[in-house]
């Protein structure tokens, strides 16, 4: 039985579906008045210029790629250059057929859905953006390695007896910080230590705390401390230069930062990250729907046979 060949209707005249690898960028055309064509490019600046003098010379008006990793990135903006709409796309919405996956067969099949109208292209934000979100997102890393240095300084604490989080509940407030730093700096006055950083709000006395502070910090235990201190206050200067680069981005969204933080809750670090996310044009989604499962935060509809199974949600790609 001879097998049937399905058509779409075509809804783009002429378009370029592509494989993005590390690499290699494989490139398939096809379309009106062109003959299918499969070619492979490297992904240097000048290759990828040579991909788009290519795409410019036939007339593609549009193209489309999946989001594999960073590695769409340089090509978005090397091809932003040329005249051509490129889609970059959710990898899970452009998966080939099983057991017939190889990087043209790829690129033929991207070119297939774009040029039959069937993909939707996830949100870029403009280049401003970007830049900002690139520095927000970093700064949001230093600040967990912070975190993540003041919790070794405690189980370190521990390991020499000193039970600080057991008089104190903030053990990265000020008070704490400054018995740390005493005791970092080898101070053997405890009870002039305690007295000098006490305050009625405290709920443990100040013998108590002394009890509790009173450890054995042996040579290398102290120098585990002051590396760990010194590490905090070098990623604490880091932060604080990224800090003032941030401000210099966000001068365009004053007007935005200060309307979110109408919002009960968000502050103006809250505002920013909003704003670094999904930036301030909100013609870009459709609907709170979409924006809700661009951030996601609402879960997919997987629904069969009347049983609705649960599994990670199909939200759209978060570039």
Request: charge should be negative.
């Amino acid at each position: 039985m001879a097998k049937q060949t399905i058509e779409y209707e075509q809804v783009i005249e002429r378009g370029c579906g592509l494989d993005v690898h590390r690499d290699t960028v494989v490139a398939t055309v096809m379309g009106k008045g062109l003959q299918t064509e499969t070619r492979t490019f490297g992904t240097t600046t000048s290759s990828l210029k040579e991909l788009g003098e290519w795409l410019e010379h036939l007339q593609v008006t549009d193209g489309a790629m999946e989001s594999t990793g960073v590695y769409w990135k340089p090509v978005l903006h090397v091809l932003r250059e040329y005249p051509i709409n490129l889609l970059v796309v959710n990898a899970r919405h452009i998966k080939n057929v099983p057991g017939r996956k190889t990087d043209q067969a790829d690129s033929q099949w991207i070119c297939k859905l774009l040029i039959s109208g069937l993909l939707k292209g996830s949100f870029i934000p403009p280049e401003n953006i970007q830049a900002l979100r690139d520095i927000h997102r970093y700064k949001k890393k230093l600040v967990g390695t912070v975190a993540s240095e003041k919790n070794r300084i405690i189980r370190v604490l521990e390991d020499a007896n000193i039970k600080l989080s057991s008089v104190v509940s903030d053990t990265s407030g000020v008070t704490a910080t400054y018995l740390i730093n005493g005791l970092i700096e080898g101070r053997k006055d405890l009870e002039k230590l305690v007295s000098e950083c006490y305050h009625k709000k405290l709920q443990a006395t100040p013998e108590q705390i002394v009890e509790a502070i009173k450890g054995r910090l042996t040579p290398h235990l102290m120098f585990l401390l002051k590396s760990m201190q010194k590490h905090i206050q070098s990623v604490e200067e880091q932060i604080a230069e990224i800090d003032a680069e941030i401000e210099k981005h966000i001068k365009d969204f004053e007007k935005e930062i200060e309307l979110l933080q109408t919002i009960p809750g968000v502050g103006k670090e809250g505002a920013i990250g909003i704003v670094a996310e999904i930036g301030v044009d909100m013609d870009v989604f459709p609907s709170e729907h979409h924006l809700a499962s661009h951030s996601g935060m609402c879960p997919g509809n997987n629904e069969s046979a009347g049983k609705k199974k649960v599994q990670e949600h199909d939200k759209e790609t978060n570039i």
